[in-house]
């Protein structure tokens, strides 16, 4: 019998979504164990990939000649069982190649443990107090060099370091190696990106009554050893921060691990201050704006169980504790939990999958659950813990609805309504601040020629070009095309060009032109473009230097302002007009996030909404800070017309710069599927289209898009994998991308 293992290699081909088997060379047999990363034989290259099982055979066993194993990379193992075990469940719940998954779970980037030389004694301390007597004492320098390291043995300086913390030359240590005293030795370091932050440190806080049944709600499923999922709907401002805080307290006492997503574009340092504050040393960070190597060593400490703590992004739910207790997921509702590349996951349905592999409690966080979310608690299916009150009773905000159109027609063709003005003025006279909300950067939202109506659009998205006014361009919001704003018509030649739809820059503008001896900052993606942008704008605002703040969704996340006393929403309809099932939660959502912004200190805050449609359910629910209300009208429309949570939802984008081709594989697609759902007489499974998906050209891709919509997703999932391998045999166009998404969020 002789060793073997499984091997996923790491190699762009799509077919080959299954294990090699490698025989295991006799030297390395001691090294092998799964989740290692090892270089193996595969055609004529060599290649890296990830061993994910051992086996003991014979060379008879096989029908082919075994090549062996070329080398283990690695001491240590990139994945364990259980991270294995939920990079598989991950491929099968949303149809992707294993190998994508590992990929998701293991560091991306940069591996490499990064190494300094530090200069030590090259004997014991007493040898070298014995050599030390024999150097001249006209070498005072090296004296001195040579003494500092026989009383610091244990420090670890390079040679530059050592050179200029003694105020000499490193030539003069090179002397001490080259006698034999002193030597080089390659030490391990750890990039720490947080180390020149100093972290206030916090004590628990007295919970209120509702957070203390909150904590001992989870504390109590921390206890009990299964897992489980609680939902925790807490309004803006109640304290759910310090209900994660103190149950993390719990899990620590019980020397288990705690995994924190919080949404990136909230993975502020101030968010990071809360967490380190309170456990310091025993928290890693994880998110993209550290570079690889930053990332890896954060990684390592989580893995090498240096820390007990991790506060990360979406992909923070693969980190390698082998002690899981606690996954938070604050923001539940957040769209940007859901991964755009393959496999396409939803960090809370992973983080229920990995806390159920683990045996851990998972905690959803929200004030404004998603549907799929809520619904579970009343299936039973998740436990449903509520913080009603803000902290010190403050009142939810009282939320003014103005209709834009009745605006219009009293005179005011401005973008700011009579109450708006007035009210900003207010806060202005009192030193008090806005927040003005809208969802569109850029100046202008479209430019049309007013002769032709010919709209200018991006030449490679099926989307209208955004009209920035700094610079002077014309940008595509999906690709970044940019383009020269012209002078005449391309498609008339008129001269008549017009500008319309409000973005930030517009508002931005209005703002400045209406209170001109206000302090007005912009904050969206192009102010916040350049490193630590994002951070002083908020320190200005924080520190009262800007009266009033313009920004899209990134000023409606997290944030803490005492002395916010007025939110603006310059209109609420945008998000509606969306073609997606989801458009009205999104609404719903989106103004009770901005809302929270206001009123959080001891000054009552007011909330200013201008529609276009106020008499929407989204808007009039959120008016009211009635998410019930809310969800049991929306819960109503999905079952009515069979959408999530009722439904699972298959997209299978169809995608070519040729758009006949694409109709083409769609037709050839749809017709398989449908035959299929015909032998099956599957009449709770559903085919829509194929048609031109919503966005039905990105980056000069023509795109087509099916639908499969049912209840049994686990039988719509084989149709869909059969279909395509269908698709695959019947089709010459093998080249026509086919991207499948399970549970889709947007259409
Ligand atoms: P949420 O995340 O629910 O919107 P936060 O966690 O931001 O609310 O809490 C709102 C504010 O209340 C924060 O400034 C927080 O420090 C404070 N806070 C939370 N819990 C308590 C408490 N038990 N006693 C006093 N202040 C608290
Ligand atoms: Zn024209
Ligand atoms: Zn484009």
Redesign the pocket.
Same mark, same amino acid.
């Given at each position: 019998m002789s060793k073997y293992v499984e091997v996923m290699v790491d190699v762009p081909v799509d077919q080959v979504d299954r294990p090699f088997t490698y025989k295991v060379p006799e030297r390395l047999e001691s090294q092998i164990k799964v989740g290692k990363k090892v270089v193996v034989p595969f055609g004529r290259q060599r290649v890296a990939g990830y061993i994910i099982g051992e086996l003991e055979a014979d060379e008879e066993d096989f029908k082919f000649a075994i090549k062996p194993i070329n080398k283990v990379l690695t001491e240590f193992t990139f994945f364990d069982e259980e991270l294995l075990e939920l990079a598989k469940w991950m491929s099968e719940y949303y149809q992707s190649y294993l190998i994508s998954s590992l990929k998701a779970i293991v560091p991306s980037g940069q591996t490499k443990i990064k190494t300094k030389q530090v200069v030590k004694l090259a004997q014991s301390v007493a040898e070298s107090e014995k050599l030390l007597e024999q150097i001249s004492d006209r070498a005072y320098k090296q004296q001195e060099v040579f003494s500092f390291l026989i009383d610091n043995p244990n420090c670890n300086l390079s040679n530059t370091e050592l050179a200029d913390r003694l105020e000499t030359t490193s030539g003069l240590i090179r002397t001490l190696i080259n006698k034999g005293y002193l030597q080089y030795i390659e030490k391990e370091v750890k990039r720490n990106p947080h180390s020149h932050h100093n972290f206030k440190a916090t004590q628990p806080l007295a919970p209120t009554s509702e957070q203390q049944v909150a904590i001992e709600e989870i504390s109590a499923a921390l206890e009990q050893q299964e897992s489980s999922t609680i939902l925790l709907k807490g309004v803006t401002g109640s304290g759910k921060t310090e209900v994660y805080l103190q149950v993390i307290a719990k899990a620590l006492e019980a020397g288990k691990d705690t995994i924190v997503l919080v949404p990136e574009i909230s993975l502020t340092p101030q968010t990071i201050a809360r967490f380190k504050g309170r456990f310091g040393d025993q928290v890693a960070v994880l998110h993209s704006q550290l570079s690889a190597g930053e990332r890896f060593d954060e990684w390592r400490r989580i893995k090498f169980a240096d820390v007990k703590i991790v506060v990360g992004a979406r992909s923070a739910v693969f980190a390698p504790f082998n002690n899981l207790g606690l996954i938070i997921i604050d923001e539940e509702h957040e769209t940007s939990y859901k991964q755009e590349d393959h496999p396409k996951y939803h960090a809370r349905e992973v983080a229920v999958k990995r806390a159920e592999l683990a045996g851990a409690v998972t905690v959803l966080g929200t004030a404004t659950p998603s549907l799929e979310a809520y619904h579970r608690t009343e299936t039973g299916e998740y436990k449903l813990v509520e913080l009603k009150k803000r902290i010190d009773d403050r009142p939810l905000p009282k939320v003014e609805l103005i209709d834009m159109r009745e605006e219009l027609k009293a005179g005011n063709k401005t973008m700011f309504s009579q109450l708006l003005q007035k009210e900003i003025i207010d806060r202005l006279e009192k030193g008090e601040q806005t927040m003005i909300f809208l969802n569109r950067r850029g100046f202008s939202t479209f430019v049309q020629c007013r002769e032709c109506g010919h709209v200018m659009k %991006?030449?490679?998205?099926d989307?209208s070009?955004t009209y920035h006014a700094t610079p002077n361009i014309l940008q595509?919001?999906? %690709?970044?095309?940019q383009e020269q704003v012209p002078n005449i018509c391309p498609n008339c030649e008129s001269i008549y060009i017009k500008y319309f739809g409000v973005g930030t820059q517009k508002v931005e503008e209005g703002l400045k032109e209406f209170f001109p001896e206000a302090k007005v900052a912009r904050m969206d993606v192009d102010t916040t473009r350049r490193k630590g942008e994002y951070e002083r704008i908020l320190s200005a605002f924080k520190a009262g230097k800007i009266d009033i703040l313009v920004g899209t969704q990134m000023i409606a996340k997290g944030h803490d302002f005492s002395n916010v006393t007025l939110v603006g929403v310059i209109t609420a309809d945008t998000a509606l007009n969306l073609p997606d099932f989801r458009a009205g939660e999104r609404t719903f959502q989106l103004l009770t996030q901005v809302a929270g912004r206001t009123g959080r200190g001891d000054k009552p805050g007011e909330v200013i909404i201008q529609s276009y449609t106020p008499e929407h359910y989204s808007i009039q629910f959120s008016k009211m800070h009635d998410y019930n209300g809310f969800y049991n009208f929306e819960i109503e429309t999905r079952k009515f017309a069979s959408y999530p949570p009722f439904t699972h939802i298959i997209s299978i984008v169809v995608s070519d710069e040729r758009e006949d081709k694409v109709i083409e594989v769609s037709n050839l697609l749809s017709d398989i599927i449908r035959e299929k759902l015909h032998k099956l007489d599957e009449e709770g499974i559903m085919l829509l289209g194929p048609v031109q998906a919503p966005l039905s050209k990105?980056?000069g891709q023509h795109r087509w898009q099916l639908l499969l919509k049912g209840g049994d997703l686990d039988t719509m999932r084989s149709i869909n994998q059969e279909s395509l391998m269908k698709l695959n045999e019947l089709s010459t166009l093998k080249t026509i991308k086919v991207s499948v998404d399970v549970d889709p969020l947007g259409m």
């Amino acid at each position: 019998m002789s060793k073997y293992v499984e091997v996923m290699v790491d190699v762009p081909v799509d077919q080959v979504d299954r294990p090699f088997t490698y025989k295991v060379p006799e030297r390395l047999e001691s090294q092998i164990k799964v989740g290692k990363k090892v270089v193996v034989p595969f055609g004529r290259q060599r290649v890296a990939g990830y061993i994910i099982g051992e086996l003991e055979a014979d060379e008879e066993d096989f029908k082919f000649a075994i090549k062996p194993i070329n080398k283990v990379l690695t001491e240590f193992t990139f994945f364990d069982e259980e991270l294995l075990e939920l990079a598989k469940w991950m491929s099968e719940y949303y149809q992707s190649y294993l190998i994508s998954s590992l990929k998701a779970i293991v560091p991306s980037g940069q591996t490499k443990i990064k190494t300094k030389q530090v200069v030590k004694l090259a004997q014991s301390v007493a040898e070298s107090e014995k050599l030390l007597e024999q150097i001249s004492d006209r070498a005072y320098k090296q004296q001195e060099v040579f003494s500092f390291l026989i009383d610091n043995p244990n420090c670890n300086l390079s040679n530059t370091e050592l050179a200029d913390r003694l105020e000499t030359t490193s030539g003069l240590i090179r002397t001490l190696i080259n006698k034999g005293y002193l030597q080089y030795i390659e030490k391990e370091v750890k990039r720490n990106p947080h180390s020149h932050h100093n972290f206030k440190a916090t004590q628990p806080l007295a919970p209120t009554s509702e957070q203390q049944v909150a904590i001992e709600e989870i504390s109590a499923a921390l206890e009990q050893q299964e897992s489980s999922t609680i939902l925790l709907k807490g309004v803006t401002g109640s304290g759910k921060t310090e209900v994660y805080l103190q149950v993390i307290a719990k899990a620590l006492e019980a020397g288990k691990d705690t995994i924190v997503l919080v949404p990136e574009i909230s993975l502020t340092p101030q968010t990071i201050a809360r967490f380190k504050g309170r456990f310091g040393d025993q928290v890693a960070v994880l998110h993209s704006q550290l570079s690889a190597g930053e990332r890896f060593d954060e990684w390592r400490r989580i893995k090498f169980a240096d820390v007990k703590i991790v506060v990360g992004a979406r992909s923070a739910v693969f980190a390698p504790f082998n002690n899981l207790g606690l996954i938070i997921i604050d923001e539940e509702h957040e769209t940007s939990y859901k991964q755009e590349d393959h496999p396409k996951y939803h960090a809370r349905e992973v983080a229920v999958k990995r806390a159920e592999l683990a045996g851990a409690v998972t905690v959803l966080g929200t004030a404004t659950p998603s549907l799929e979310a809520y619904h579970r608690t009343e299936t039973g299916e998740y436990k449903l813990v509520e913080l009603k009150k803000r902290i010190d009773d403050r009142p939810l905000p009282k939320v003014e609805l103005i209709d834009m159109r009745e605006e219009l027609k009293a005179g005011n063709k401005t973008m700011f309504s009579q109450l708006l003005q007035k009210e900003i003025i207010d806060r202005l006279e009192k030193g008090e601040q806005t927040m003005i909300f809208l969802n569109r950067r850029g100046f202008s939202t479209f430019v049309q020629c007013r002769e032709c109506g010919h709209v200018m659009k %991006c030449n490679d998205c099926d989307v209208s070009l955004t009209y920035h006014a700094t610079p002077n361009i014309l940008q595509c919001h999906y %690709c970044d095309h940019q383009e020269q704003v012209p002078n005449i018509c391309p498609n008339c030649e008129s001269i008549y060009i017009k500008y319309f739809g409000v973005g930030t820059q517009k508002v931005e503008e209005g703002l400045k032109e209406f209170f001109p001896e206000a302090k007005v900052a912009r904050m969206d993606v192009d102010t916040t473009r350049r490193k630590g942008e994002y951070e002083r704008i908020l320190s200005a605002f924080k520190a009262g230097k800007i009266d009033i703040l313009v920004g899209t969704q990134m000023i409606a996340k997290g944030h803490d302002f005492s002395n916010v006393t007025l939110v603006g929403v310059i209109t609420a309809d945008t998000a509606l007009n969306l073609p997606d099932f989801r458009a009205g939660e999104r609404t719903f959502q989106l103004l009770t996030q901005v809302a929270g912004r206001t009123g959080r200190g001891d000054k009552p805050g007011e909330v200013i909404i201008q529609s276009y449609t106020p008499e929407h359910y989204s808007i009039q629910f959120s008016k009211m800070h009635d998410y019930n209300g809310f969800y049991n009208f929306e819960i109503e429309t999905r079952k009515f017309a069979s959408y999530p949570p009722f439904t699972h939802i298959i997209s299978i984008v169809v995608s070519d710069e040729r758009e006949d081709k694409v109709i083409e594989v769609s037709n050839l697609l749809s017709d398989i599927i449908r035959e299929k759902l015909h032998k099956l007489d599957e009449e709770g499974i559903m085919l829509l289209g194929p048609v031109q998906a919503p966005l039905s050209k990105v980056r000069g891709q023509h795109r087509w898009q099916l639908l499969l919509k049912g209840g049994d997703l686990d039988t719509m999932r084989s149709i869909n994998q059969e279909s395509l391998m269908k698709l695959n045999e019947l089709s010459t166009l093998k080249t026509i991308k086919v991207s499948v998404d399970v549970d889709p969020l947007g259409m």
